[in-house]
């Protein structure tokens, strides 16, 4: 997540979900930024994910401001 500006403290979040609106994942970072900054979020399922659609909402300070929607297909 790119994000510019400067704050004392800023909480970044990122909310993935499943088609049905099932909750996958849900983490948050603290970061006190002091101009432009990248802040990573993984996710990870070893034995891979179920196909379907999902969404990932990223939040500041507990207000959405992006999401992203991607399907993962059946693999062959």
Same mark, same amino acid.
């Given at each position: 997540v /790119?994000? &510019?500006g400067t704050a004392a403290s800023t909480t970044?979040?990122? /909310?993935?979900t499943f088609e049905d609106g099932?909750?996958?994942? &849900?983490?948050s970072q603290?970061?006190?930024p002091t101009g432009p900054e990248v802040t990573e979020f993984h996710l990870s399922h070893p034995e891979g994910?179920?196909?379907?659609?999902? &969404?990932?909402a990223i939040s500041v300070d507990g207000e959405t401001? &992006?999401?992203?929607?991607?399907t993962v297909e059946a693999g062959g």
């Amino acid at each position: 997540v /790119r994000t &510019e500006g400067t704050a004392a403290s800023t909480t970044i979040g990122a /909310r993935w979900t499943f088609e049905d609106g099932q909750l996958v994942d &849900e983490s948050s970072q603290t970061i006190a930024p002091t101009g432009p900054e990248v802040t990573e979020f993984h996710l990870s399922h070893p034995e891979g994910w179920p196909p379907g659609s999902y &969404e990932v909402a990223i939040s500041v300070d507990g207000e959405t401001v &992006e999401t992203q929607s991607f399907t993962v297909e059946a693999g062959g």
